[in-house]
């Protein structure tokens, strides 16, 4: 069984930044992609960024993209997502996941077998 624990969310100002980690364990994390997704508010938990076990290549949803970056280290069982030049419309519930596959259905939350807890990020205007 892998556990996640997101940490790094606040609440900062529009234009500022912000460092999510999530810190794993109970898995070999070498061998999992890791996932960051969001939910705000009234909405569908939605995609950001992954990270694939296999060669680090990374993918974006067309609106963080330019302005988030996923990265990891797998000698310290940790993923983050830097965020900067926030948006009051990045506000939301900030989930990092695990999967074992590292194909194209990553942008989809059913590809994923491990969910943290979830971090808050408010971003005021």
């Known amino acids: 069984q892998v556990q996640l624990v997101e940490s790094g969310g606040g609440l900062v100002q529009a234009g500022d930044s912000l460092r999510l980690s999530c810190a794993t364990s109970?898995?070999?994390?070498?061998?999992?992609?890791m996932g960051w997704f969001r939910q705000a508010p009234g909405n569908e938990r939605e995609f950001v960024a992954v990270?694939?076990?296999?060669?680090?290549?990374?993918d974006y949803a067309q609106s963080v993209k330019g302005r988030f970056t996923i990265s990891r280290d797998n000698a310290k069982n940790t993923a983050w997502l830097q965020m900067n030049s926030l948006k009051p419309e990045d506000t939301a519930v900030y989930y990092c996941?695990?999967?074992?596959?590292?194909?194209?259905?990553?942008?989809?939350?059913?590809?994923?077998?491990?969910w943290g807890q979830g971090t808050q990020v408010t971003v005021s205007s």
């Open positions: 109970g898995g070999t994390f070498r061998r999992y992609s």
């Open positions: 990270i694939r076990w296999i060669d680090n290549s990374t």
């Open positions: 996941a695990a999967a074992r596959v590292y194909g194209e259905a990553l942008a989809y939350r059913s590809a994923y077998d491990y």
